[in-house]
Structures are given as C-alpha cells and as structure tokens.
C-alpha cells in the first residue's frame, strides 16, 4: 500500500511543514490512474503482495529482505509473480523472500563507488532527487539515515519501492511521485542532497542545483 500519512505526520513537526500545502495535490497528480494508464496493473501487483513478516533485512551489504525460512515456497511463488508484473526493474539489484531480482543497473557498483566519498550519512535527514525505485535510499537507510525521501516523478518506480516496503514494515523511507519542480524553494529542512543520474538530463542544469 502507498501510505503517506507517518510521512505526513512528521512533516508537520519539522521543517519540511511548508511542503505539506501542496504535497497531497502533488501526490494525487503524480499517481493520477487518468495520467498514467498502466498505473492499475502496477497497483494490483502491489496489492497481490502476500503479508509475510521479515526476519532479516541487510541494507548495509545489499538490499536483500526476508529469509529463506520466513515463508513457504507457495507463498515465495506469489511474491515472485507480483514483483514480475512490475518489469521492467531498472535499478537494483534486490533479493526478497529468495526472489533475486537481477535489475538493468547495478546500482550497488555505484553505491561502493560512491560511499567512500561522503561525509557519514549517520542520523541525517536526506532528500534523493531522482531516486527511481529508490535503490539507493534503502542504502542510505542502511548508513543509518534517520530518514530518507526519495522524489521521482515515475509512478511505475513509486509503487516498486513500495512493493519492498510492504516487506521491510515501517521504516522512515517514502518515495514521492514528484518532480525536483514540486520541492518548494529555500526549503533549508535536509541534512544531504542527493541527486545522482538527472543532471544532465535537465534543460538548465544550473536552475537543478539552485
Ligand atoms: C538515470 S536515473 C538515476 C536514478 C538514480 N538516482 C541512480 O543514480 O541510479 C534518472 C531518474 O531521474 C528521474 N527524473 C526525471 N525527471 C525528473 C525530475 N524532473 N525530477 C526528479 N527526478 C526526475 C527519472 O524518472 C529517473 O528515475
């Protein structure tokens, strides 16, 4: 399910509280069934998603959820189909319940790559503009971030990151179907800004830093 009211309720106590005039409309426009056809499909696989609790989550090494033991071999099948209704999977790669999903990227490389270069991500409030399916929040995660928000305008990688967190159970990660254009100004509320991959994609570079 896609629940962004603890997200909410913890925007309004902090900084980010400006946000919060215009994010539900935001939200609504973003996962828009009229804007995005194949939205209930994708939406369905989500729904599909078996309640299995998860007794190992590694967000240090990898992004790996659940273990073998933790369900059965039917249910790890119908995890299995769910996740596979969401191909293509571009950023990754994830294990859930045994189910490896082998992503286009490996976006682990670029973690290692990365990492060693950043100040300790440690109890920081992060922005991650251009997540995708938010690989590399759960990484942040796993830096012990004390919360991660991830913003990517695809709803297909919105509900993706929500099918691993169906898995995880609450945790202070949320990706938002929003654009970099959605985050007000001079919000001054995160501790680190990451934006890795949509630079160059932008019209005015200049304007995505600011
Ligand atoms: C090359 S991918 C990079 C994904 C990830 N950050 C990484 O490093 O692997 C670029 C991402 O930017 C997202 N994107 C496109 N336009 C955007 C915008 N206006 N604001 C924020 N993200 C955007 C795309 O949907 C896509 O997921």
């Known amino acids: 399910m896609i629940d962004y009211t603890e997200l909410m309720a913890f925007m309004e106590g902090s900084k980010l509280s400006p946000w919060l005039k215009e994010l539900q409309s935001q939200i609504d426009k973003g996962l828009d069934e009229k804007r995005f056809g194949d939205l209930p ?6 729904e599909a998603l078996p309640a299995v609790t998860s007794s190992e989550v590694d967000l240090q090494t990898q992004v790996k959820i659940g273990a073998s033991a933790d369900t059965s071999e039917g249910v ?16 990754g790669p994830y294990t859930v319940h045994d189910t490896h999903i082998d992503t286009e990227w490996r976006s682990d490389w670029k973690w290692d790559r990365v990492l060693p270069h950043l100040a300790p991500l440690k109890d920081r409030l992060i922005l991650d ?10 990484r942040m995660l796993g830096e012990g971030a004390s ?14 990151f929500y099918c691993l967190k169906h898995f995880t159970g609450p945790r202070p990660i949320d990706v938002l179907p929003v654009g970099i254009e959605g ?3 001079n919000l001054q509320a995160f501790d680190t800004v990451f934006s890795m991959g949509v630079l160059y994609h932008r019209r005015s570079p200049m304007d995505h830093l600011r």
């Open 147 to 160: 919360r991660v928000i991830g913003i990517d305008p695809s709803p297909r990688f919105v509900v993706q």
């Open 41 to 46: 499909a994708w939406k369905a696989s989500l």
């Open 129 to 138: 503009v251009g997540c995708g399916n938010g690989y590399h929040c759960w």
């Open 76 to 91: 790890k099948k119908q995890i299995k189909e769910a996740l596979q209704g969401l191909i293509p999977w571009r950023k």
């Open 183 to 185: 985050v007000p100004a």
